[in-house]
């Protein structure tokens, strides 16, 4: 049973537009939630996180939108650069019940074109 | 940033031989660590979570007597694969939890087993 879901396996965008990452979850006891980009034979690299109190946080070019009512979030990035292209994993954890165990999605793989 | 460093990047071995993985935080203490597998062009797939001082929980379907798991400081936690067959080929990641909250992944082992 997967309990965080990438349901696009893959997302091209043109140089500059906005690049927009989907997750679906689960588990309601999941309440932190992060974002990681990973390249090819390297481990993942944290992008940003948000907890379930918030419905927003930003970072620069990476804004992270929780919609827990729908168990959804979505990473944007703004613009989107060519070194954005690699894998995004999605994560979730459930903090409050003390796990903290991180579920990983299945990934998406961005493709910025030049 | 927290800096986790693993090692050996990459190993080849002969069928039936033992291969361990490290994995240190080098800036902070962990007193969990998580090791993962991961298939090409498949997700992180948690194998099992090392706290420091116990013995790891195990993900359901992982062999705990072929994966061995040690975290004897809060510094180190290591994966020794016993005995490894072709089908144990795969790219391992470790990640060490700081403060709870983010986590802080090495770069990854490839292991081949001829």
């Known amino acids: 049973d997967q309990q965080v879901k990438q349901n696009s396996p893959s997302l091209s965008v043109q140089e500059g537009r906005i690049s927009i990452l989907n997750c679906d979850y689960t588990?309601?006891?999941?309440?932190?939630f992060l974002w990681y980009k990973k390249y090819p034979a390297e481990g993942p690299t944290f992008l940003i996180s948000?907890?379930?109190?918030?419905d927003k946080n930003e970072d620069g070019r990476f804004t992270v939108f929780l919609n827990k009512s729908a168990k959804h979030l979505s990473l944007h990035i703004v613009p989107s650069q060519p070194g954005d292209s690699a894998v995004y994993f999605c994560?979730?954890?459930?903090?409050?019940?003390?796990?903290?165990?991180?579920?990983f999605g299945t990934g998406t793989r961005l493709k910025v074109l030049a | 940033g927290a800096v986790v460093s693993q090692h050996p990047s990459r190993v080849i071995c002969k069928s039936g031989t033992s291969v361990k993985i490290e994995c240190r935080s080098l800036?902070?203490?962990?007193?969990?660590m998580f090791w993962y597998r991961q298939f090409p062009k498949q997700s992180l797939m948690l194998m099992a979570t090392?706290?420091?001082?116990?013995?790891?929980?195990?993900e359901q379907g992982v062999e705990k007597d072929k994966f061995l798991i040690n975290h004897a400081s809060l510094t180190l936690s290591t994966l020794t694969v016993t005995s490894a067959h072709p089908e144990d080929s795969s790219f391992y990641i470790c990640?060490?939890?700081?403060?709870?909250?983010?986590?802080?992944f090495g770069s990854g082992t490839q292991l081949s087993v001829l």
């Open positions: 588990n309601s006891m999941f309440d932190y």
């Open positions: 800036d902070f203490q962990a007193t969990t």
């Open positions: 090392s706290n420091e001082g116990s013995k790891a929980t195990y």
């Open positions: 990640s060490a939890l700081r403060g709870g909250e983010k986590l802080f």
């Open positions: 948000i907890s379930s109190i918030k």
């Open positions: 994560a979730a954890s459930g903090r409050a019940s003390g796990t903290y165990k991180y579920i």
